[in-house]
């Protein structure tokens, strides 16, 4: 059975709202229902690349696709300038844009596009956020991944807060769609209109990041700010700090905090935090094994990607991929301590950006910190500081550099601190 018609035959009989957008409350049927452009001179195993958001034309038109068994590659408009990247990275034939369809003329082929095409699956090709070195294009057998969606799991009222080309935002919609849930689509993602929206629509779980978060608590309203309807907030697509989880966690007792984790590569995980104020996961799911070499996390999961199509693959001959994520075990859980790539060496001695930052956080009218190394012809490498300040905030340099010789060894103390505003990606993310 083709998946609209599933999904019609789950949505049957149901009167509440599936998607609420633009002040529009639309049941499944009104998605369902409603014109759609004409698809004709898309063929099943094209590599289409759909530019939109989780409104009714995209997501039908996204379900439409499914069900052409084309290989689809979600882009929004808020990465326009890399869109060409993206096209000859994909090997994008058609794009869908503005309700208008557009056929590139190219002969170039892909093996693993062609390993989709010949099974006469659906597959999907997502984009790497690109901070160390150019987007890797990710291409999973879309047929496949929509099968964990099969086992029918509870619903909250959500709102979709990670984007259309993101994993988590997609795995977001389609739970919403496969559960008979509700699945709110914010007019913006700033952190006004995102709250806004929540009190407007009784949201229920808001997944969403450590940057927003911290930003949430900028205004020091957040108690009047964060509705009561709302049950969890998730975060996860960066690393969150202990400070802000605590101040959270004690403005708002009744919510429950939750971390994820996942990677597009490896599909998505099931997460499971310690407690709401703990930085510690498990990491499991059905056909996914976890192992800790030198503490870096390895990932083997039967979801995973079928690899790369714009570099080589990055799994063993066992299928273990790893994680690049340094990790501190107990008991079988995991804290995400930092990135291999960052760690930071000061004359032999090691640590990661996160232990300075961490400590940046509780200085009084510090919103964001970022550590970095720079190179020393004495001790290889010194810490820098890049800190932005809480609106209308003044800090004494010098109080601050003695805060951290009061707080941090010696070797950890940052030997340049620059205020400055640091930048947050569209994905809300600090970059």
């Not at 190219?106 to 956020?129: Q, R």
């Not at 807060?161 to 509700?182: A, C, E, P, R, V």
């Not at 809480?390 to 003695?402: A, V």
């Amino acid at each position: 059975m083709q998946l609209v018609e599933r999904l019609k035959k789950i949505w049957l009989n149901t009167n509440y709202p599936f998607l609420i957008s633009k002040n529009r409350k639309l049941k499944f049927s009104d998605i369902t229902n409603q014109n759609s452009i004409d698809l004709n001179i898309i063929q099943q195993g094209d590599v289409v690349a759909l530019i939109g958001d989780f409104n009714p034309e995209t997501i039908l038109i996204l379900l439409k696709l499914i069900d052409m068994r084309v290989v689809i590659v979600p882009l929004t408009t808020e990465t326009e300038n890399q869109h060409k990247y993206f096209f000859e990275s994909a090997y994008v034939n058609v794009i869908i844009k503005n309700n208008k369809v557009i056929r590139l003329k190219h002969n170039k082929k892909h093996n693993l596009i062609e390993k989709i095409k010949k099974l006469n699956n659906s597959g999907l090709i997502l984009f790497s956020s690109g901070t160390t070195g150019k987007p890797k294009a990710i291409l999973h057998d879309l047929t496949r991944f929509l099968k964990r969606f099969e086992t029918p799991r509870p619903a909250l009222r959500t709102i979709n807060f990670l984007l259309f080309d993101h994993i988590g935002g997609l795995n977001s919609l389609f739970h919403t769609l496969f559960n008979k849930g509700t699945v709110v689509a914010p007019g913006e993602r700033s952190v006004e209109n995102i709250l806004q929206t929540c009190r407007q629509f009784n949201v229920e779980l808001l997944p969403t990041t450590p940057t927003f978060l911290r930003m949430m608590l900028i205004g020091g309203s957040i108690k009047r700010k964060v509705p009561k309807s709302l049950k969890i907030i998730t975060y996860g697509t960066e690393k969150m700090d202990q400070v802000t989880l605590n101040s959270l966690c004690k403005l708002l007792p009744n919510i429950d905090f939750r971390q994820t984790y996942g990677m597009s590569e490896c599909g998505i995980l099931r997460v499971k935090s310690k407690s709401r104020n703990n930085l510690y996961i498990k990491i499991g799911g059905e056909g996914i094994k976890t192992k800790v070499i030198k503490n870096i996390l390895y990932i083997q999961s039967k979801s995973r990607m079928l690899g790369y199509l714009n570099v080589p693959s990055p799994f063993d001959t066992k299928g273990w991929f790893n994680t690049g994520d340094i990790v501190d075990e107990k008991d079988g859980f995991y804290k995400i301590v930092g990135r291999a790539n960052e760690i930071i060496n000061v004359g032999g001695l090691k640590f990661m950006p996160l232990e300075v930052e961490q400590v940046a956080l509780s200085f009084p009218g510090i919103l964001f910190a970022k550590a970095y190394p720079k190179n020393n012809p004495i001790t290889t490498q010194h810490v820098e500081m890049s800190v932005q300040t809480k609106q209308s905030q003044q800090i004494d340099k010098k109080t601050l550099i003695n805060f951290f010789n009061a707080k941090l060894p010696k070797h950890m103390v940052p030997k340049r601190i620059t205020f400055e505003k640091i930048d947050i990606g569209h994905r809300l993310k600090r970059a």
